[in-house]
Structures are given as C-alpha cells and as structure tokens.
T-cell receptor
C-alpha cells in the first residue's frame, strides 16, 4: 500500500486566495482525520470522518475552513479565503478502526503571504 | 478538560545516554496509548502502542514504554540514544469512554529530543 497520500506537498498562496488540500487514505481505512501543526499550538485535530461522514468538526477554526469526503478514497480541506495565520503544516491521517493507531500522510506545508 | 501532558519541552542528551520522556493523561475508562515520532521535516510515525495486556510495551528502534494505570502515565524509554534519535516525540491517547468524541486520538504537545554526537 502506498500509505496516506497528500497533495500538494508545499503550497504558497496570497492572502485571500482559496486553498484546497487533498488526501487519499489507505484503502480499507474507515476513519480519516485532518490535523494542523504549528509551533505555537502543536498538533490540532480539525475534523474527522467515519465512513465518509463528518463526525466531529469542532476543531475547525472558522467558517473559512471546510472539509469534504465525497467517497472512501478522497477528502479535501478547503480554506477560503486564506489568511497568513493559516500558515501551518496540514496532516491527513487514516485508521482502520476506532482506537487503532493512525497512519499519517507526509503533510502539506501551507504558507499564506 | 481532558488532556495529555508531556512535561519536557526539549531534552538534550549525549549519545549513549539513557532516555525517559514523560507522558501523563487525564482520562478515566478504557484507553489506548501511543507514542509517535516525527523526524525533522517528516510526518508522524508510530513508535509503539498499548491496547491491553503486558504494560511494558516494546516498539521499534529499541524504544519501550510502560503503562502505569495508577499514575495515568505512559513514559517512553530507551537505554542508549543515538544521534539518529533526534526528533520530536508525541504521546497520544484514545479515550473511548470519557465523553467527547470517539475514534480520535488526543496528542500531547510533543517533546523535542536533541542528541549530541
């Protein structure tokens, strides 16, 4: 298995632009998680899905953030409009069952200037 | 509020020194416990995990961790560190019976380990 695949690896965008991050979980994993990592706040859970359904989005910072999982093999995290404080590394992770460990993707380093 | 505490923000050791990184959590009920490692510029990788059974868990690269339920702790240890162990280490807990959402891990803030050659 290729693991959790995220794209792009790096994204530099101007403030106000829309940003879309993509994630392909491991086949057969029913849980998908989006995390944000910054120096100041560490790892923050943004949202997670079970069987493509959003279960907990309480970590999504603002209405500017949205996430979708249209099918079992694809998820997106969108920021519209982006702001400099959104600059962070965004990780996607997947898990095959509740309580199991996660497999993380390589992350997307987002820089908003 | 539920939390995972990693007491040391940054640990600096010389090669061959012994390592112990602290992790405490504040959940009741059934827990699964994890340690993840993040090498510079890379993603998090699972180092070891505890679900049940022997509270002393052995992971990859010579790491081990001990679950002490009475202390709500899951400290990470390694008898002799190497320069290549330089990384950030995250403790995580999955609390399945303590309110909130199920299925997600709660991560500590991480401990940076720097090993001097």
């Amino acid at each position: 298995d290729a693991g959790v695949i995220q794209s792009p690896r790096h994204e530099v965008t101007e403030m106000g632009q829309e940003v879309t991050l993509r994630c392909k979980p491991i086949s057969g994993h029913d849980y998908l998680f989006w995390y944000r990592q910054t120096m100041m706040r560490g790892l923050e859970l943004l949202i997670y899905f079970n069987n493509n359904v959003p279960i907990d989005d309480s970590g999504m910072p603002e209405d500017r953030f949205s996430a979708k999982m249209p099918n079992a093999s694809f998820s997106t995290l969108k920021i519209q409009p982006s702001e400099p404080r959104d600059s962070a590394v965004y990780f996607c992770a997947s898990s095959f069952r509740q309580g199991a460990g996660y497999t993380f993707g390589s992350g997307t380093r987002l820089t908003v200037v | 509020a539920q939390s995972v505490s990693q007491h040391n923000h940054h640990v600096i050791l010389s090669e061959a020194a012994s390592l112990e990184l602290g992790c405490n959590y504040s959940y009741g009920g059934t827990v699964n416990l994890f340690w993840y490692v993040q090498y510079p510029g890379q993603h998090l990788q699972l180092l070891l995990k505890y679900f049940s059974g022997d509270p002393l868990v052995k992971g990859i690269k010579g790491f081990e961790a001990e679950f002490i339920k009475s202390k709500f702790s899951f400290n990470l240890r390694k008898p002799s560190v190497q320069w290549s162990d330089t990384a950030e280490y995250f403790c995580a807990v999955n609390a399945r019976n303590y309110g909130g959402s199920q299925g997600n891990l709660i991560f500590g803030k991480g401990t940076k380990l720097s090993v001097k050659p």
